[in-house]
C-alpha cells in the first residue's frame, strides 16, 4: 500500500481544497519544493545491467539510499547513469520493492548476500512481504545457528590460549576428549568401565549352575557374590572420582549440579553408597533391593560418548508436544475402549473383564497391536468393539510418528553436517593459508625489492616479481605505500610464517618473560581487533533487525564499518589470530572503500495540533516515511 | 479419536473461503476499465501531457483494474490521516468524485475532478466545493449537511488535539459558517450565496491557490 499512496498525495492535497470555506482561518503558505525535478527516468547501471526507471519511482521511500540524495554519490557524470557496483540479480528485487511496495525474497539466493545488499540500499527485512517473510526469517535462523556452531567449534578448537589454569585445561579435557591424548585415555577407560558395570548388573541375575550339594539354583551374583562386590567398587569408585573432578573442573558448579549428565552420574553411584551404609537393617533391605535398580542408569552415561543417543534425547525433549498428544489421544481412546468392552463383557460368564481398569490391559494390548491373547471377548458385540478399538489404535498411534521421525531426521542431518564442516574445515583453512600467504608474499617481495632499490641481484623469481611490480598500475604501489605505512605506525614488520615462528621460538628461548609479552602484545591487539570487528558485525545485523529509527547515528557508523569490513568477512574464519600480520594485511586488501555513508535524514514529526490542515502534509511527508519504514 | 476430530474440523474450515475466492474473481473480472486516449484527455482537462501520464502512472499502480472503489478509496484516504477516522469525508469526497453516481471512480472522473481543483478557476473551484458540500444533490446546503461535513472533517483529527474537542465544537463551528455564507437567512445557502461569501473572504481566496504546484 505504501507506494501507491506517495502516488495518490497530489490527490490528497488537492481535495483538501474542500476545508478551505469551512476553515476560519488563513491557511500557512505551502512548502517551497526544493528538489522538484522533472519527472524523468533514472538510469540505474548495476554492474552492466541497466535498469530504468521513473524518479518518482524510487522517491516513493526517502529513507532509502535510492531514494535519497544518497544515490548522488554514485553518479557516473560521463554516462550520465548511476552507476552500482554490486549484484544485478539481487538488485532486481530490491527495484521491485520500489516498484510495487512489496520486497520479496528470491528461495535460491543466499541469505547473507540478500542480507547485504539490502543493508547496502538501506532497505530494512522487515518489510519482506507475507509471502516471503516465513522463508527469509527460516533461512536466516538457520544461518545464524550455523555460524554459532562455527564459532563454538573455533572456541573449542582454539590453539593458541596461552593463559589457561588448570582448572580450564580439564574442563577442556573434559569435555573435548580429543584434544589431548590424556583426555582421550580417560574418555576410553571410563567408557570401558560403564561397559563392564553395566555387563555386571546383567550377568549378576543369571542363574549359575549350582554344586551337587544344593537343591536349587543360584543366581551368579549370589555364587560369587565377593567377585561382583569388588568388580562394583572398582566402577563406582572410578564413577566418583570422574564426578569429583568434573564438579572441580567445571566453570561454572551450579550449572553442572543442574544439568541432566550430572544428575544421571549421582543416580548412578548413589545406590552403592545407600547400600554401603545401610547393609545390616533388615526392614530397609527390601528398599535397598529396588535401589539397585538404579544402577542400570549408568547405562546412560553411555551418552556422553554416544552423540546419536543426545540427538535421540534432544529430539524427544524437543517433540514433547507431539509426544504429549499421543499419550494424550491414546489415554481419551483406552479410557472409552475399556468402558465399552467392560459393559460389552459383562453379561458373558467367567469373562476375565471384570473391571474398567482390567478392560485398560486388553485395550492397551489390543491398540499396539500386540495381541497376547490373555484376556479375549468372547460375546459379540464384544468382538465387534474389540475389532473397532484395533483399528482405531493403529490410526491414533500412527499420526504423530511422521512428525518425530521428521525431527529427528532434521536434527541428525545437522549434526552430521556439523561433522562434515569439521572435517572439511581442515582442508579448507589449508587452503585459504596458502593463497593468502602467496598475497603476503607479493608485499614482503615487494618490501624487499622496493626498499632495498639498488639491490638488483635478487633471484630470478624476485627479479621477475621486481619487473612485474613496476610495470603493474599504480593500484599495486599505492596497496604497497599503504601497507608500508601501516608499518610505519605500528611499528612491526610484516615477515612471512617461516620467520614468525623461528622468531618465536629463539625469542621463547632466550627471554621467556619478558619477550613473551612484547612478541605477544602484538597478537592480542590482533585478536581484540578481530573479534571486535566481528561483534560489530554481529550487532550491526543484530540491530539492523531492530531498527525503528531511534538508532540512525549509530546505524550509520556501523554501516561504514560494515562496508569496510565485509570484504574480509570470508577470511575471518579462516585465520587464527596468531598471524598478526596477515591481520592488518587483509584489513587493507580491498582498499577501494567507497566513502558512502548510509545517511538517514531523520523526518521532522509535527503534530498536527491546533487544527490546521495544511501543516499536516509536513507531517505527511513524515508519515509516508514511517510508513515505508515499517 | 481426536484426529478424526480434527480432520472434520479441516474440512469444513477449508469449503468457507472457495465461496468467497469466487465472487471476488467475477467482481474484479467484470469491472476494468481503461481511460480514453491522452489526446482526449488533455483536450478535457486542463493538463499537459506529461502530468496526466505521471496522474495515471499513480492511478493506474494502486488500482491496476482501472476502477476505484469506495472501500479502495477510503483505504487510500485513510493512509495520509492515520491518527483519526477518515473514512466519512472520504464517503462524501467519493461522492463528489463519482459524477455517474455508480459506485467507483474511473480515470476520467479522477482527472476531471483535479483539473478542476489544480487548474480551474476559482468559480469552478467554489462550484465543487459547493457540490461537495451539498450531500443530496438538491442545490441547497442545509445545517444537517454542513454539520456532517464539519463532523467529518473534525474526526480526521482524532481524539487527541490541542485544545481538547469538546461537544459543540461541531456546532460552533457550522453557526459561524452559517453565519458568514448564509445572506438572506433563511437556513439554507445557496451557490451564489456561497460563491459569493467566498469570493468576500480573502483568506479562502489565497487559500484556493494554495495547491495549484502539487504536481
Redesign the interface.
Known sequence: MAAGVAAWLPFARAAAIGWMPVASAPMPPPPREKRRGQDGLIILNVSGTRFQTWRNTLERYPDTLLGSTERDFFFHEETNEYFFDRDPDIFRHILNFYRTGKLHYPRHECISAYDEELAFFGIIPEIIGDCCYEEYKDRRRENTERIQDDEENENNNDLVLPEMSFRESMWRAFENPHTSTMALVFYYVTGFFIAVSVMANVVETVPCSSGPNRAKEVSCGERYALAFFCLDTACVMIFTVEYLLRLIAAPSRYKFVKSVMSIIDVVAIMPYYIGLVMTDNEDVSGAFVTLRVFRVFRIFKFSRHSAGLRILGYTLKSCASELGFLLFSLTMAIIIFATVMFYAEKGSSATKFTSIPAAFWYTIVTMTTLGYGDMVPKTIMGKIFGSVCSLSGVLVIALPVPVIVSNFSRIYHQSQRAEKRRAQKKTRLARIRATKSSGANAYLQYKRNGMLADAEEEASKEAGQSLVCKTNPTFETQHHHLLHCLEKTTNHEFVDEQTYETNCMEVSLTKPSMSRSSSLSSSPHGLSSCCTRRNKRKSFNVSNSNMVGGRRGSIQELSTIQIRERPMSNSRSSLNAKFEETVPLNSEEQSYITAAVISMPTPPVTTPEGGDSVSSHDFLQSNIVRVSAL | ???VVGTLTLQTRQRRPSNDKFYDDLELSVVCHRPEGLEQLEAQTNFSK?ELQ??Y???K???PSGVVNEDMFK???S?????GDASTYAHY?FN?FDSSQNGSIKFED?VAA?SI??RGTTTE??Q??FN??DINRDGYINKEEMTD??KA?YDM?GRF??PALKTDTTKQ?VD??FQK?DKNRDGVVTLDE?ILS?QEDE??M???Q??E???
Open positions: 479419536m481426536g484426529a506529461k505521471v496522474l502512472r499513480g492511478f499502480n494502486e488500482c483505504q487510500i484516504y493512509q495520509f490521516f492515520p491518527h469526497l463528489s479522477f483535479l481543483l489544480l473551484k467554489l465543487w466545493t461537495l458540500y461535513i464539519v472533517i483529527m488535539t490541542y463551528h459561524a459558517f455564507m456561497f467566498c483568506n479562502i489565497r487559500s484556493l494554495l495547491f504546484n502539487v504536481i
